[in-house]
């Protein structure tokens, strides 16, 4: 954390520059932490997602053909302003309107929904899916699923992304997205803390040898702290938790996305994804797609998420099949 500690009233730029100079494909506004496709098309509906900085290679990794056509970004943890979300909305407008992908989280929600109903109040046609992937719970509130958006959002930045340049309009986009978006399901678990710059101490406390199951993207510890056991035992528990979630018969089929939370290592990602393969293989579940890498972090966070959702429509999978310059994918 020690770079982010030395510039860090030029995360957002700094970080911007440098990605759009190392992808020419892409487009910096020049006056909104706002990363477009530079040689985006004019007759389709444009996709804006985005939050918080401290998610890379999320929002900026996935602009491109055939997902994002612009991403938004805000400081760390925290969301661009309604501001900026509304002038990037009147930015993107050709016409057809603006679509938004907006991940479940109150800061997040209070900032979109006010430019998004303000955009609407000026005539900008503008429709949203809302991701809340997230099935961890909350122990200290009545163990209330937690339903927030995590790493779940790429798959709705994919499968929108493919519609759209595809054709689709406003209402089309919305309908889909309230298709898909219930039918997505994240649980990850942290074996580091998050920390944030110049803090003294990690977000919540994860001592050394042990893990926290249900953690968020914003440093939000899990549900449950137990020690460090084996690969197994992490893919088991996290396999029950989807079991109970989807309730799936043997020779149910599902796409699978597992993200790497920051700081874990390939080979310790490859002997995970290896013990999760194998239980849902004992449990008689299909996996059509499979996609693994790093697509949503938390800083510095160690850990991994794992994402679910039932293959129940081919569309979706030629989606997720179809190419993309997108970089992240």
């Known amino acids: 954390m020690t770079f982010i500690s030395n510039h860090k009233q030029k995360i957002i730029s700094s970080y911007i520059s440098a990605t759009v100079s190392s992808h020419p494909e892409l487009e910096k506004h020049p006056t909104l932490p706002l990363v477009y496709q530079k040689n985006r098309n004019s007759y389709q509906v444009p996709i804006l997602s985005g939050g918080g900085s401290g998610h890379e290679p999320a929002h900026i990794g996935y602009v491109g053909e055939g997902m994002l056509t612009a991403a938004i970004y805000g400081q760390l943890f925290t969301p661009p302003t309604r501001t900026e979300i509304l002038e990037s909305i009147r930015f993107l407008n050709n016409g057809q309107g603006v ?3 907006v991940k479940n989280f109150e800061a997040d929600i209070k900032e979109f929904s ?4 303000t955009a609407r109040q000026e005539g900008i046609k503008v429709g949203y899916s809302l991701a809340h992937d997230d099935i961890s719970i909350e122990p200290h509130n009545r163990f209330q699923i937690r339903g927030r958006g995590l790493a779940g959002t790429i798959l709705l930045h994919k499968v929108l992304g493919y519609a759209a340049q595809n054709g689709a309009d406003i209402e089309q986009l919305t309908d889909l ?12 678990f ?5 920390s944030l710059p110049q803090a003294t101490r990690p977000l919540f406390n994860l001592e050394e040898g ?9 440093g939000e510890e899990g549900y449950r702290i137990v020690p460090f056991q084996s690969s197994e035992i992490l893919a ?15 020779g149910d089929q599902f796409i699978l996305l597992v993200n790497n939370l920051g700081t874990t290592s390939n080979l310790e990602m490859g002997i995970f994804i290896n013990d999760l393969l194998q239980l849902l293989e ?10 693994s890498g790093t697509f949503m972090t938390s800083l510095d966070m160690a850990g991994i998420s794992v994402t679910l959702c039932p293959a129940k429509n081919k569309q979706w999978l030629e989606a ?3 190419p993309t310059t997108a970089f992240a994918w």
């Not at 042990?210 to 914003?218: E, L, R, T, V, W």
């Open 99 to 101: 679509f938004i992908i």
């Open 190 to 194: 942290a074996t580091k803390a998050a």
């Open 210 to 218: 042990n893990i926290s199951y249900g953690i968020g993207i914003h």
């Open 236 to 250: 088991n528990e996290i396999i029950s938790k989807l079991r109970l979630h989807y309730h799936w018969k043997k």
């Open 320 to 322: 997720l099949n179809a």
């Open 114 to 117: 006010w430019a998004i109903n």
């Open 177 to 188: 997205g309230h298709q898909l978006a219930p039918e997505i399901a994240t649980i990850g």
């Open 282 to 291: 004992i449990e008689g579940v299909t996996i059509t797609f499979i996609k």
